[in-house]
């Protein structure tokens, strides 16, 4: 029972930690992003195996962890609510052809980092992009101006 509820523990204490350092997706991740996710990882493994290092805890720690995450997604599909706190909503961060700073520098983005998208899609002006959006996965969609 220790192992579940330890699983339990570090699986909310993750979700909050990321929840609180920003969306990105892992096309995104810089250098720096993916040895701290690799760091996280090791030192998590550590908290849900403890001392029992054996193949048994090891399933069962797994299994509590899928099980969560099933259960939390079926409740976001219930509510809307759980759904928004679990998962935010879009934000826009472009609006026609203007940069909300604000926005951007709440997400902790830079122009640059829309540009990007924005080249991707063919685009080369930020005046060329009706709305720019981080969607809920960290994605950044781009809906040019038409012209």
Same mark, same amino acid.
């Given at each position: 029972?220790?192992?579940? =509820? /330890? ?7 993750? %979700?909050? +930690? ?7 997706? %892992?096309?995104q991740l810089t250098t720096f992003d993916f040895v701290? %996710? ?6 998590? *493994? *550590?908290?849900?195996?403890?001392? &029992? ?5 090891? #399933?069962?720690?797994?299994?509590t962890l899928i099980a969560i995450d099933v259960g939390a997604s079926l409740?976001?599909?219930?509510? @809307? /609510?759980?759904?928004? +706190?679990? &998962?935010?909503? $879009? ?6 052809? #203007?940069? =909300?700073?604000?926005? =951007?520098?709440?997400?902790? %983005?830079? +122009? ?11 685009? @080369? /002006?930020?005046? *060329? ?14 809906? $040019?101006?038409? *012209?």
């Open positions: 029972m220790d192992a579940v =509820l /330890r699983a339990a523990a570090i699986y909310i204490a993750l %979700l909050i +930690l990321f929840k609180l350092a920003g969306r990105r997706s %892992l096309a701290l %996710l690799l760091i996280i990882g090791e030192a998590t *493994q *550590q908290a849900l195996l403890g001392e &029992d290092f054996s193949v048994t805890n090891a #399933v069962l720690v797994i299994m409740l976001k599909r219930r509510s @809307e /609510r759980i759904a928004y +706190l679990l &998962d935010g909503s $879009p934000t826009i961060v472009v609006e026609n052809g #203007v940069a =909300l700073e604000e926005r =951007l520098a709440k997400a902790r %983005l830079r +122009l640059d980092d829309i540009m990007e998208s924005a080249r991707e899609n063919g685009l @080369e /002006r930020v005046e *060329q992009i009706k709305f720019a959006i981080i969607e809920r996965n960290g994605k950044i969609s781009i809906i $040019p101006r038409e *012209q």
